[in-house]
């Protein structure tokens, strides 16, 4: 497994996505700690909603970029519609289409229209340029789940994961 394949969706750095979200009640999972700005739901389904932009710019479709960062977190009806197994499946669902690119050494220097903010041009960037935003933008949110796991009282999951 490449470096690139381990950054999105294996034990690179950090603890692995499965890891991760091991273990979690929906409920606790929707719990919003003191001080805290988001939830670990609404944490996953916003690196889910930019890990589908991702991957659906390197297919060739221009998604527009979200107007306003709010739009990359879900309202309270997409928090009713999808349950927390739900978005969780789709989470790896995608990820694991993203690790089956960062698999296929031919693509990774294609260029990629990638729509910017409103107002701004768009830019070209390649396929393993879009994978490696994707993969530190995910570190980013998992560490930020981490965090919220341990203001929880859920951290390590059972399968494990580093503790300082």
């Known amino acids: 497994m490449s470096e690139l394949e381990q950054v999105l969706s294996g ?42 932009i991702t991957l659906d710019w390197i297919a060739g479709i221009e998604t527009p970029f979200p107007p306003s960062p709010v739009d990359g977190f879900p309202t309270v009806l997409d928090s009713e519609r999808e349950y927390w197994d739900q978005l969780r499946e789709r989470f790896f669902a995608g990820n694991q289409q993203a690790v089956a690119v960062a698999r296929d050494q031919s693509r990774l220097d294609a260029p990629v229209r990638c729509p910017s903010r409103p107002g701004h041009p768009v830019r070209i960037m390649t396929v393993r340029d879009q994978l490696e935003s994707l993969g530190a933008h995910n570190a980013y949110h998992f560490g930020r789940i981490v965090l919220l ?15 300082w």
């Not at 796991?149 to 503790?163: E, K, M, V």
């Open 149 to 163: 796991r341990q203001l929880l009282g859920a951290w390590p999951p059972p399968s494990g994961g580093f503790s």
């Open 11 to 52: 034990d690179s750095a950090a603890a692995p996505p499965a890891f991760i979200l091991e273990g979690l009640a929906p409920d606790l999972a929707h719990r919003v700690p003191g001080g805290a700005p988001h939830s670990i739901y609404e944490e996953l389904w916003h690196i889910t909603f930019w890990q589908q």
